[in-house]
Nanobody
Framework: QAQLLESGGRLVQAGGSLRLSCAASGPSFSDYALGWFRQAPGEEREFVAAVSWGGSTTAYADAVKGRFTISRDTARNTVYLQMNSLKPEDTAVYYC??????????????????????WGQGTQVTVSS
């Protein structure tokens, strides 16, 4: 059974850094794009970043460009999200997601038009001011 398991979320001060990890297990994700979404209380889940499994293609939400970096380690079936210069508005539960459809469709995922096939359980990131 396919599983995505996030880790690395915690409380951090504004301006600080965190690295989230998403370990993929089960069926091969070798042809899957993987990405990160986040959901703040009372808000819809929103796209953050995505990467092709080969790593040649990435996409970022405007709100995180220049501060967050997504990367992957294919040998470990793990995707990372390096988050720098964190702001209180980055506070949310961060979810890992996967789709065989590619980076662009994953980045366009919305609750109304879902494109992600697998989700992790989420990891809480809290940024204090």
């Amino acid at each position: 059974q396919a599983q995505l398991l996030e880790s690395g979320g915690r409380l951090v001060q504004a301006g600080g850094s965190l690295r989230l990890s998403c370990a993929a297990s089960g069926p091969s994700f070798s042809d899957y794009a993987l990405g990160w979404f986040r959901q703040a209380p009372g808000e819809e889940r929103e796209f953050v970043a995505a990467v092709s499994w080969g790593g040649s293609t990435t996409a970022y939400a405007d709100a995180v460009k220049g501060r967050f970096t997504i990367s992957r380690d294919t040998a470990r079936n793990t995707v990372y999200l390096q988050m720098n210069s964190l702001k209180p508005e980055d506070t949310a539960v961060y979810y890992c997601a996967a789709t065989p459809s590619g980076v662009v469709p994953l980045a366009k995922h919305t609750p109304q038009h879902p494109t992600a096939d697998y989700w992790g359980q989420g990891t809480q990131v809290t940024v204090s001011s």
